[in-house]
């Protein structure tokens, strides 16, 4: 049986991040499921909201991704968890996501080093132009480099 994933973040973001994981894995439409804290909602009626999702995902192990730790999200996610067969990773991207989904299958911990491992992965810096001292090609007679 899959890992139930509830995705509990500000919102729009629950939602953006699971229609994005639909949009490649649209098989997983009934294990994946987003709750958007609005800001001016009570922590009560948000958790109340995160217990029936968890529900409808009918897994006996669950995955609670969150957006941000320390934020009302993951300190919801946070008291929803405790006593249940549940593991709760805060800090979500859609990398992270999209890898829990592809291995939903095998166990919670895996899954939840596999979501680790995902996240921080795709976490890099990208080069947007060539460096500035790059050689340019030799054709190239007019052009002068000034460094500031």
């Given at each position: 049986m899959n890992t139930g994933i509830l995705i509990v973040a500000h919102a729009p973001l629950a939602s953006a991040?699971?229609?994005?994981?639909?949009?490649?894995?649209?098989?997983?439409?009934?294990?994946?499921?987003?709750?958007?804290?609005?800001?001016?909602?009570?922590?009560?009626?948000?958790?109340?909201?995160?217990?029936?999702?968890?529900?409808?995902?009918?897994?006996?192990?669950?995955?609670?991704?969150?957006?941000?730790?320390?934020?009302?999200p993951c300190n919801v996610a946070q008291k929803m968890v405790d006593g249940i067969h549940a593991k709760l990773v805060a800090g979500v991207n859609l990398p992270m996501l999209l890898r829990t989904v592809n291995y939903r299958h095998e166990p919670l911990d895996l899954l939840v080093a596999r979501a680790l491992a995902g996240g921080a992965q795709c976490i890099m810096q990208v080069a947007v132009s060539?460096?500035?001292?790059?050689?340019?090609?030799?054709?190239?007679?007019?052009?002068?480099?000034?460094?500031q």
């Open positions: 991040l699971r229609a994005c994981v639909l949009h490649v894995y649209p098989e997983a439409d009934a294990g994946v499921l987003a709750l958007d804290v609005l800001p001016n909602e009570s922590t009560e009626v948000t958790q109340s909201s995160a217990r029936r999702l968890l529900a409808q995902l009918h897994t006996a192990d669950a995955l609670v991704l969150t957006d941000m730790f320390g934020a009302t060539a460096p500035q001292n790059q050689a340019r090609k030799s054709n190239d007679h007019h052009h002068h480099d000034h460094q």
